[in-house]
């Protein structure tokens, strides 16, 4: 090794390194979204010990490299070594063609060493690469237990990402000049990854089981809480796959790239483990519900992964799944207590959350157009729609508000469950109410993207809420009735 520390070149691994993701997962996936036959690779890819770059080539046109997520202190780390006169040189297992790619990024990168068809750069082979090329010594930063063998031939280190049992293990080696911890997987992040915070949209199912007269009925509660928690398990597990399918979109999103699996805090891997294992309890726990209450929640599943995959693109039919979506709650609250079906019911949340999904869309919309773009990052709607969305929106609210006040007529009040049903007559107003505020704010610019996270967190729509559960309960038990 050679005396002069400042003249060793800076040797930087790429998958959890240089970036904070892995290049053969997201050459997985992308190879996936061009067509269901990468499904067969998936086992050679992820688990296999040899590359996944060799199982399947990438199509590097087609991976937007661009977006892949960095650890901002570690690039600027090396921004400062580069200006301090030291050499950087990616040293990958990733194919050639992949890792041009990205050195492309970052124009402190003087020279890549990849794999290619005749030559491998794992393991013990990319230590003797880097020693015949760096003689005189180098400094390697990485973070995996694949790394080990590199830093037994360098003349320093530096761990970026890399877990505790890496880290013990490198340290026993030499001191390293540089540490980078790893963030913890944290309650907080899974929590996020599997937006906890969306499971109140299933308090939907309980709704039947209230409208229903089965208030008193313990058996009945204990199935609608039991099929809560599994449509809590599988809608997330939906939303994980999801952000999956649509990680390149996220990327470019200015709110979604902060997500757990599109800012790399959450592994692809540990996305496709969280996925697996929410599928399994949600429709574990629907099947011990019943044979009715099983297709429901899988018709859900299917809906939703059909919505992800192949129906989020297409305009106005991907508001109207969502709405599909939100009424199959209910349709499952009612399969779960087993109570009479009302269509009034049903057809009252389609129109509902037809205007709330078209209020998300034309936030998008207005946002897009704001920031100069032509369309709406992986949606069909193009920044000029504007016009569209706030007319359908606006048209599905007033339809909403209408079968509402049918329902009330039609339906709730003729079935003498309320003591004083007058009280009812509040709702719809405060609907109105509700529905005005949030296409006020969107047409404004003002909204989140999520109208129901909104109202969650807004306090005049949190006040509407409990007035409308106020007046319903004063009508169920009969306040004021002569």
Request: charged content about 15%.
């Amino acid at each position: 090794m050679g005396s002069d520390a400042s003249s060793w070149p800076l040797v930087v691994d790429l998958d959890g390194t240089l970036i904070n993701t892995n290049s053969g997962d997201e050459s997985f996936l992308n190879s996936l979204r061009q067509g269901p036959v990468a499904l067969c690779r998936l086992p050679i890819e992820l688990f296999a010990g040899r590359s996944a770059d060799k199982a399947c080539p990438a199509d590097v046109s087609s991976l937007d490299v661009e977006t892949w997520p960095v650890r901002q202190d570690f690039i600027d780390y090396l921004k400062g070594q580069v200006e301090g006169g030291r050499t950087v040189v990616l040293a990958t297992a990733a194919d050639r063609s992949v890792a041009d790619a990205v050195a492309a990024r970052f124009p402190f990168i003087s020279e890549v060493m990849a794999s290619s068809a005749d030559c491998s750069m794992r393991g013990r082979a990319k230590a003797a690469r880097l020693r015949e090329r760096f003689p005189l010594g180098f400094i390697y930063a990485g973070g995996s237990a694949a790394d080990l063998v590199v830093w037994r031939e360098a003349a320093s280190s530096i761990l970026v990402n890399a877990p505790g049992s890496v880290v013990r293990r490198a340290a026993q080696l030499r001191e390293p000049s540089a540490v980078f911890p790893r963030p913890p997987f944290t309650l907080h992040l899974l929590r996020r990854s599997l937006r906890l915070h969306q499971w109140i949209k299933n308090a939907l199912i309980f709704v039947p089981l209230v409208l229903g007269g089965k208030i008193g009925d313990a058996h009945s509660w204990f199935n609608a809480f039991l099929g809560f928690i599994a449509l809590g398990f599988a809608a997330s597990a939906t939303y994980v796959a999801n952000d999956l399918w649509d990680l390149p979109n996220d990327r470019r999103h200015w709110t979604k790239r902060s997500r757990p699996l599109a800012s790399g805090d959450l592994s692809i891997r540990m996305g496709l483990l969280l996925a697996a294992a929410g599928m399994a309890i949600g429709l574990g726990l629907a099947a011990v519900l019943g044979p009715a209450a099983f297709a429901v929640m899988a018709l859900y599943v299917a809906l939703t992964l059909g919505y992800s995959f192949a129906l989020k693109p297409v305009p106005i039919l991907d508001v109207l799944t969502l709405a599909s979506l939100f009424t199959l709650r209910l349709g499952f609250g009612i399969v779960l207590v087993d109570v009479r079906l009302s269509l009034w019911l049903l057809v009252f949340s389609m129109f509902l959350f037809l205007s709330l999904s078209l209020a998300k869309r034309h936030t998008e919309v207005r946002r897009a157009n704001e920031l100069g773009l032509g369309s709406v990052p992986g949606r069909g709607y193009l920044a000029t729609d504007a016009p569209l969305t706030l007319g359908m929106g606006l048209a599905a609210m007033l339809g909403a508000i209408l079968i509402l006040v049918l329902y009330l007529i039609e339906d709730a009040i003729p079935r003498e469950l309320y003591g004083n049903p007058t009280w009812l007559w509040a709702i719809p107003p405060a609907m109105f109410l509700f529905l005005g505020r949030v296409w006020l704010l969107s047409q404004r610019g003002q909204l989140q993207d999520d109208p129901v996270a909104f109202a969650l967190k807004d306090r005049w729509s949190l006040l509407l809420g409990l007035l409308s559960g106020l007046c319903f309960v004063a009508a169920l038990v009969g306040v004021g009735r002569p």
